[in-house]
């Protein structure tokens, strides 16, 4: 907005017979996904260890926000060494260019802009870029402040799973708790533009003054975000183990 295993396509003989305006249809209800991001990989930084270093709040924020309209107004931003946090659901956002999945027929809420864009000046593309959406700056928190914008990196934590992601696109201002549909997808649950994602038990972590230089450069929000998050680790007294260590 701008102000969750997926099935196997079936071979069909008679595939490249279908008329345009039936194919993007045809294959979300298959299950296909063009240009599929990595499933999540867990790798030298524990989802654990992530979650250890967060599990008290030092709320940020001057209140606090809600996770859809007419839900009860109780998710803090929380503050850490390095890093905001927040544990709330997550819903799917599609918004940004258009593709064969996210597009205004399968999502009903769909714009086809967001906040920040790539560096060629287009729109991000929720279908393949791992990105989190922040509440727009308002009275009770602004993300700003915290050195926290466009391609700012982000750990993002599900039944176990930590996928990286980028700072890509901002949302209601008192309305917290969403990630695109390629993050969605990563961390493997529900992911249907219009129901896809997690009710509950989804932590986002953001790093202060950090991002990418190429908002859309999935490996760099990767690799920097393991970097961040081994430095989180440290800077917040979480014992932190190798892949080596997990016994």
């Not at 071979?11 to 279908?18: Q, V």
């Not at 905001?84 to 940004?96: E, H, I, L, P, S």
């Not at 799973?161 to 695109?180: H, K, L, N």
Request: glycine share 10%.
């Amino acid at each position: 907005m701008f102000v969750p295993l997926p099935l196997l396509l079936p071979a069909a003989a008679g595939a490249a017979l279908l008329a345009p305006a039936l194919l993007a249809p045809a294959l979300l209800l298959a299950g296909a996904r063009p240009q599929q991001p990595p499933a999540a990989q867990e790798g030298a930084v524990r989802a654990a260890d992530l979650l250890a270093a967060v599990r008290d709040c030092v709320q940020v924020s001057h209140g606090r926000y809600r996770s859809d309209q007419g839900t009860p107004a109780d998710i803090p931003v929380c503050g850490a060494r390095g890093a905001v946090f927040w544990k709330a659901d997550m819903d799917t956002d599609c918004d940004g260019r258009p593709g064969p999945v996210c597009n205004r027929r399968t999502d009903p809420s769909f714009t086809p802009a967001t906040t920040y864009r790539q560096s060629d000046g287009r729109y991000v593309s929720a279908e393949t870029l791992p990105y989190i959406v922040v509440p727009a700056p308002s009275a009770i928190w602004d993300h700003r402040r915290y050195g926290i914008g466009g391609g700012s990196v982000a750990a993002v934590i599900l039944r176990g799973r930590v996928q990286y992601a980028v700072v890509g696109d901002t949302g209601p201002r008192e309305i917290i708790g969403e990630a695109s549909y390629a993050t969605v997808r990563a961390l493997g649950i529900r992911h249907d533009p219009r129901t896809g994602g997690a009710d509950f038990g989804v932590t986002y972590i953001v790093f202060r003054d950090a991002r990418v230089s190429r908002l859309e450069d999935r490996r760099a929000a990767r690799e920097r975000g393991e970097e961040l998050a081994r430095r989180f680790l440290r800077e917040n007294g979480a014992r932190e183990r190798s892949g080596h260590d997990r016994t």
